[in-house]
């Protein structure tokens, strides 16, 4: 039997990568294809019914790779992860297109391909530079999809055929996607491969090109805040946590069932020390997406911001238990864990968090605060010490590190390490200074910035209460005003 020419295609794209999934979507329609992707953003419930019923009834299912669309793809609820999987399951005529630095063999894609989806990289993939987007279409088109199938392609029913229709209108109705976006797009992925590899200037320089070239593109302005503040620019990263506010509050205005611009907006607000607003959002996005597991992450966070650690606690169980890899996840319970007086748990969620990801400075950062609390001064020296040659521009290990050694009674090496981290430390948030001037017995001045952090909302007074940085102005009265004993 002779296989058949088919013209339907079915778009799998990371909604980060809009812009591409829509350019690939107008090409191929001016070409007499029939194409579907979720353009609209469909509601989880009705995904067998629109994204699976169109899925068996396309031929071709085209899956748009980047470095950054596969990081949530561990979570099994996953879209982009079922996606693959049904057209896997379908024998769809699968072409991978891979964008800016993809790699199969990158750390991240490897975990997140697991499973069924190790398959992923078995089959004939197409590279996609914007520069020569319009080359590799033609490519696409004549190679890829210009094949011979005996697959069965499905009837859809009338029901998804007209909510694949309105999807289909609203999307011929958009603008032409120009070089800028792609553009945009790419640098935003560049920026995101120099952040998971701790290059936080190069990747704030890729970010901020992006936004230039893209000023409404959402996800560069949360990357860049996250960078700006890691690297002491908080006023940089407020005033991007800001505009990620105002634009997500107008994608939740145009689209109230998108439970990432919750999670966006909840993440911004968070950052900003409004975690009431932020616990909403982050309710309203695990409402409309109740197998998130970044959702319940970043509710943890906020929760323990606020101070409510059991909250917290469980929200990491839960986005630990959707996606065992979860690397933050294992280092922010560590930290709860901690404050509980659970060291042993708080370790073991360290070592997890360093199987996951062994080059990270946070995690041995994490575990050293844990053998702090079971008192081995020696071996938290010696985790310190190995953060520090991973990332030796981190201010806040070098203040763990301080105090310890103050307290193992090795002054002039803390003394050592005290002209060092001030200079790295010096446009922290005024919480953390505030840490740091207490270990370093500057009780004034301490008490002076920890004042300013709590009517910031950068912490709340129960976090501080328990923080052991403060250990050496404990017991002094104003202290004890200011976190409301």
Same mark, same amino acid.
């Not at 805040?225 to 107008?250: F, M, P, Q, Y």
């Not at 996005?285 to 197998?291: E, F, G, T, V, W």
């Given at each position: 039997?002779?296989g058949?020419i088919?013209k339907t295609v079915?778009i799998?794209?990371r909604?980060?990568?809009?812009?591409?999934?829509l350019?690939?979507y107008?090409?191929l329609?001016?070409?007499g294809?029939?194409?579907?992707?979720?353009?609209?953003?469909?509601?989880?419930?009705?995904f067998?019914k629109?994204?699976?019923?169109?899925i068996?009834g396309?031929?071709h299912?085209?899956?748009i790779?980047?470095?950054?669309?596969?990081?949530?793809?561990?979570e099994p609820?996953?879209w982009?992860?079922?996606?693959i999987?049904?057209?896997?399951?379908e024998?769809?005529?699968?072409?991978?297109?891979?964008l800016?630095?993809?790699?199969f063999?990158?750390?991240?894609?490897?975990k997140?391909?697991?499973?069924k989806?190790?398959n992923l990289?078995?089959?004939?993939?197409?590279?996609?530079?914007?520069?020569?987007?319009f080359?590799a279409?033609?490519?696409l088109?004549e190679?890829?999809?210009?094949?011979a199938?005996?697959?069965?392609?499905h009837?859809?029913s009338?029901?998804a055929?007209?909510?694949?229709?309105?999807?289909?209108?609203?999307?011929n109705?958009?603008?032409?996607v120009g070089q800028?976006?792609?553009?945009?797009q790419?640098w935003?992925?560049?920026?995101y491969?120099?952040q998971e590899?701790?290059?936080?200037d190069?990747a704030?320089r890729?970010?901020?090109v992006a936004?230039?070239? $893209? @000023?409404?593109?959402i996800?560069? %302005?949360?990357? *860049?805040a996250w960078?700006?503040?890691?690297k002491?620019d #908080?006023e &940089? +990263?407020?005033e991007d946590?800001?505009?990620?506010i105002?634009l997500n509050?107008?994608?939740i205005r145009?689209?109230?069932?998108d439970?990432?611009?919750?999670n966006?907006?909840?993440?911004?607000?968070?950052?900003?020390?409004?975690?009431d607003g932020?616990?909403?959002?982050f309710?309203?996005?695990?409402?409309?997406?109740?197998d998130?597991?970044?959702?319940?992450?970043?509710?943890g966070a906020?929760r323990q911001?606020?101070?409510e650690?059991?909250?917290?606690l469980?929200d990491?169980?839960?986005?630990?238990r959707?996606?065992p890899?979860?690397?933050?996840?294992?280092?922010n319970?560590?930290?709860?864990?901690?404050?509980?007086g659970?060291f042993?748990g708080?370790?073991?969620?360290?070592?997890?968090a360093i199987?996951? $990801? @062994?080059?990270?400075f946070?995690? %041995?950062?994490s *575990?050293?605060?844990?053998?702090?609390?079971k008192?081995? #001064?020696? &071996? +938290?020296i010696a985790?310190?010490n190995?953060?520090i040659?991973l990332n030796?521009?981190a201010?806040?290990?070098?203040?763990s590190?301080?105090?310890i050694?103050?307290?193992s009674?090795?002054?002039?090496q803390?003394?050592?390490?005290e002209?060092?981290?001030?200079?790295?430390?010096a446009?922290?948030n005024?919480?953390n200074l505030?840490?740091?001037?207490?270990?370093?017995?500057?009780t004034?001045?301490?008490?002076?910035?920890?004042?300013?952090?709590?009517g910031k909302?950068?912490?709340?007074k129960q976090?501080a209460?328990?923080?052991r940085?403060f250990?050496s102005i404990r017991?002094d009265p104003?202290?004890?005003e200011l976190?409301?004993e």
């Amino acid at each position: 039997m002779t296989g058949r020419i088919e013209k339907t295609v079915f778009i799998s794209y990371r909604r980060t990568n809009l812009p591409w999934a829509l350019a690939i979507y107008q090409h191929l329609t001016s070409q007499g294809y029939d194409v579907f992707f979720d353009y609209l953003s469909i509601n989880s419930g009705d995904f067998e019914k629109i994204i699976v019923e169109n899925i068996r009834g396309r031929a071709h299912f085209i899956v748009i790779l980047t470095p950054s669309a596969l990081e949530r793809c561990q979570e099994p609820g996953d879209w982009l992860r079922r996606e693959i999987k049904t057209a896997m399951d379908e024998k769809r005529n699968i072409v991978p297109l891979m964008l800016e630095s993809f790699d199969f063999g990158g750390p991240a894609t490897v975990k997140a391909l697991t499973g069924k989806l190790e398959n992923l990289k078995k089959y004939n993939g197409l590279r996609v530079p914007s520069e020569y987007f319009f080359e590799a279409m033609n490519r696409l088109r004549e190679q890829f999809l210009n094949v011979a199938l005996d697959s069965v392609v499905h009837p859809i029913s009338e029901s998804a055929k007209q909510i694949t229709k309105e999807h289909q209108v609203a999307a011929n109705d958009s603008k032409q996607v120009g070089q800028e976006q792609l553009s945009a797009q790419e640098w935003f992925e560049r920026g995101y491969v120099f952040q998971e590899a701790y290059n936080l200037d190069e990747a704030i320089r890729c970010f901020t090109v992006a936004i230039r070239l $893209k @000023p409404d593109f959402i996800e560069p %302005y949360m990357h *860049r805040a996250w960078a700006r503040s890691v690297k002491g620019d #908080l006023e &940089g +990263a407020i005033e991007d946590d800001d505009e990620v506010i105002r634009l997500n509050t107008e994608a939740i205005r145009l689209k109230p069932e998108d439970d990432n611009a919750y999670n966006n907006r909840g993440i911004a607000l968070t950052a900003r020390g409004d975690f009431d607003g932020a616990i909403a959002d982050f309710d309203e996005a695990i409402r409309l997406n109740p197998d998130s597991a970044g959702a319940y992450y970043d509710r943890g966070a906020a929760r323990q911001a606020k101070g409510e650690l059991e909250s917290a606690l469980a929200d990491y169980d839960e986005a630990i238990r959707l996606e065992p890899d979860l690397h933050n996840a294992y280092i922010n319970r560590a930290g709860v864990r901690n404050l509980k007086g659970d060291f042993d748990g708080a370790i073991a969620d360290s070592e997890e968090a360093i199987r996951v $990801k @062994p080059n990270s400075f946070a995690a %041995y950062s994490s *575990r050293a605060n844990s053998l702090v609390g079971k008192h081995d #001064l020696d &071996g +938290a020296i010696a985790n310190l010490n190995k953060a520090i040659r991973l990332n030796p521009d981190a201010g806040m290990v070098r203040l763990s590190l301080i105090s310890i050694l103050r307290k193992s009674g090795r002054k002039a090496q803390a003394d050592e390490q005290e002209k060092l981290a001030r200079e790295l430390i010096a446009k922290e948030n005024e919480y953390n200074l505030a840490c740091f001037e207490a270990i370093c017995s500057n009780t004034d001045k301490a008490l002076e910035l920890l004042k300013i952090a709590l009517g910031k909302n950068q912490v709340s007074k129960q976090l501080a209460r328990q923080d052991r940085d403060f250990e050496s102005i404990r017991d002094d009265p104003r202290f004890k005003e200011l976190i409301g004993e």
